[in-house]
């Protein structure tokens, strides 16, 4: 998994969601019909749990891909939030591939920054998102997430 810090360059945090009903010809032209935006979220993202290592701590996510459409790019904009509310960084996470029908576990590590300093992840937008059928609109509103950890995660 990519994860590159805002002071290494434009950083986001990415993900990826999809399911077969989400992306008849509408969609995929960039056009969401009333079917597509009422359906279920086609991907969640759970914030799983955070580990500390050498250099900092490392963040473990398990993303649920259900339906019979994959992810070539799901790139996220990710802002760390410390645990007194101020913006720690900004990065740049890229959960692709995913594969259709599948739970995936991602990682990536957060140099410099201890887990016990960690409030807060928002996830303030999709910067690209790419199914195995093209283009997909409207990626973070198909995204669901959770935390199994004291470290919460939004949009």
Partial sequence: MKVQSASAGFG???????????FGPAAIAGE???????AAPAITVELNKLESVDKGCR???????????????????????HTD?????????????LKSAKKTVKMFDL??????KIGSFLVHDVMECKA????????LDAITLKSLSNVQITK
């Fill in 59 to 81: 963040v473990y996510t398990v993303v649920d891909k259900p339906g019979s459409v994959g992810f070539q790019t799901l790139k996220l904009d990710l802002i760390l939030f």
């Fill in 111 to 116: 140099d410099g920054t201890a887990c016990d």
């Fill in 132 to 139: 195995d059928t093209g283009p997909v609109e409207k990626c």
């Fill in 12 to 22: 986001a945090l990415l993900m990826g969601f999809a399911s077969a009903g989400c």
């Fill in 32 to 38: 969401a019909t009333p079917a597509a935006a009422a």
């Fill in 85 to 97: 509310g101020v913006i720690g960084r900004r990065l740049m996470l890229d959960l692709a591939p």
